[in-house]
């Protein structure tokens, strides 16, 4: 432990010794009269301070919005205190009024994640002490990284249901709720993020989830995920005979089926067959019904040359016109973002819990919303899947994926946040293998790159992975309410 003190030397002390007639060699030395005369001065004569810290603040990780608790023993007579703090963005230490006691506690706001503090000790002769600086974190909250998987599999097989999060000390429970259960249930002495079973025959169309709890008491569940059992050959289709509809972007173009600013033709593409919305349908046994896509389209209003005359996705024409006749998409993919990046449309502040404003429509926050909620309430049985942007750049191009509002991830992150908070299922579609060295006109992408070496449109190949990569992906995450479409009919 570290002890920090002043120390005032009595003279006396020294006088005491000079004043001494020391004998060397046989002589004698006289004593110093100026010495002794310093020495008899009173205002020259200091008792040694007891001032001294004896145990120092510490640092401390607590959970976001707790109380905390700072303190700092020193041991003195008639001792006052006062601490100091500074923030994280601070460069420079504040005095912490009305805090003036040698242990103080305040309820913590999220400003204070990296705060510092240390307190100043004086005692009744003036002599004062600083003590060390303390740091206080915020635990870092739970953030689940790989959610369980629904599962489709055959009687007898054995499943793996697993989590990944991150967090400190954390700890695992699983639940699960049977057809037929009101409420779940745990799913005793099932405890690690991964757990491997033998289903019964009850287990058909049971759901499950993880409970994850951190050593600080914050807890996080995660997805649900439905196990069925395969029957026959015709489930090895789970959409088979729902329809399909896309709101998107050049990407999702194709002449003859997006009516409106086509980018893909048979030149580029020559079939229909590869483009990634057939293939999902035909790996799941779905049918396209519409494609409302268009070339430099955004999902905000934007007043840039090149999109302004685009109608936005946002707009009633296009969100709410994703039916053909009397029949309604049993699932709508939104594949949108690239062009409201490139446009430098807003990222807006829409937290997901205040009420949305219905004229939020020219940021991408607001606009994004709005987009699901004018889907959902048009189409309020289908199940909505959200794409994530689709931006590449080539090679070992310098520019960085930043525009006047933030960075690509921003944009991403803000999307996968309003996706969730509108119980949409978000698909992340830069994780399919393409890289920024493999992705070129020799193997995925068409070379129509901007002039900062960015890419967007892959070609068929590209396409028919993306397809292939985002049927896997909704085929493990949807199949009880896909189930639940088909037998509603």
Known sequence: MKFRGIMAVSLAAVISIVGIRPVLEGKKYPVKSDVIELAARSEFVQAASTLLITEQPADQTVKRGSSITISVLATGEGLQYQWYYKKKEQTSFSV???HANAKETAASNDTWDGIQFYCVIKDSAGHTVQSDVATITFAGEIRITEQPQSRCIQTGEKITLSVKATGDGLSYRWFFKKIGQSSFSVWKNHIAASETVLPNETWNGIQLYCEISDKFGNKLNSDIAVVTFRQNESDEKPWQGLKLSVLGDSISTYKGWSENNTYYTPSKIPSVNSMWWKQVCDRLGAEPLVIEARASSCCAVSNVSWTKDITPAVDDTRCTNLHKGNTDPDIIMIAMGVNDFQANVPLGNWDGHSELSSDDTGTWRGAYANTIRKIHQRYPYALVFCLSPWYFVRGNCTTVNVN???TYQD?????????ELLQCVYIDSNN????????????????????????FHPNAVGQEILGQSVAAEVESKSVGYINWLKQRG
């Not at 944009?411 to 996706?419: L, S």
């Not at 399919?432 to 890419?455: E, L, V």
């Open 96 to 98: 912490w009024k009305g």
């Open 404 to 406: 006047k509002h933030g």
């Open 411 to 419: 944009y991403e992150d803000a999307m996968r946040e309003v996706c």
């Open 432 to 455: 399919f293998g393409f890289n920024r060295q493999n992705y070129n006109p020799q193997t995925f992408a068409i070379d129509d790159k901007m002039s900062d070496g960015s890419i």
